[in-house]
């Protein structure tokens, strides 16, 4: 299960992030005003989530 659950933890930060700058980019079109805090947010929970998909990979490979 090593490397298949680290790569499922690699695709869900993907897509999680990919989520987080899609969604980003619309806030700030919607309120350029907001731009700063959003992208501060942005970054924050781009590495909330980047943090648990090392945590994942990091476990998955030891269970190998």
């Known amino acids: 299960m090593g490397p298949l659950g680290a790569g499922l933890a690699v695709i869900g930060a993907g897509l999680g992030i990919g989520q987080i700058g899609g969604k980003a980019m619309e806030g700030i079109s ?29 476990v998955a490979l030891i269970k190998e």
């Open 30 to 58: 919607r309120q350029p005003k907001a731009a700063g805090d959003i992208r501060t947010s942005m970054i924050i929970a781009a590495a909330l989530v980047e943090g648990a998909a090392l945590f994942a990979i990091v």
